[in-house]
Nanobody, 121 residues
Framework: QVQLVESGGGLVQAGGSLRLSCAASGRTFSPYAMGWFRQAPGKARDVVAV????????YYTDSVKGRFSITRDNAKNTLYLQMNSLKPEDTAVYYC??????????????WGQGTQVTVSS
């Protein structure tokens, strides 16, 4: 079993920065990939950024390219999301997720409890 705990959310003005952290614990942790997702009120959960754990390949949704950066610390089993130049439309609950095997993301993967990010204009 894998537990994911996010932290680092909060309230920030437009143009500001936040860094989210996701600490993984539980079993020997060797995921296929980890990612950050977000869900705004009344909207579906969307992917923000994904990191292939072994190859280091990253994916970013178009709206965050050039502003957000996904990184990891293997020794700490921690995933990060550095968010710069934040915009009000980035406001959402941000979730960390881990996938042990290749395939589409689903509820069968491991998910954190979420952390609120609010960007004021």
């Amino acid at each position: 079993q894998v537990q994911l705990v996010e932290s680092g959310g909060g309230l920030v003005q437009a143009g500001g920065s936040l860094r989210l952290s996701c600490a993984a614990s539980g079993r020997t942790f060797s995921p296929y990939a980890m990612g950050w997702f977000r869900q705004a009120p009344g909207k579906a959960r969307d992917v923000v950024a994904v990191l292939n754990w072994n190859g280091g390949i990253t994916y970013y949704t178009d709206s965050v390219k050039g502003r957000f950066s996904i990184t990891r610390d293997n020794a700490k089993n921690t995933l990060y999301l550095q968010m710069n130049s934040l915009k009000p439309e980035d406001t959402a609950v941000y979730y960390c997720a881990a996938k042990l095997h290749r395939g589409d993301w689903s509820d069968n993967d491991y998910w954190g409890q979420g952390t609120q990010v609010t960007v004021s204009s």
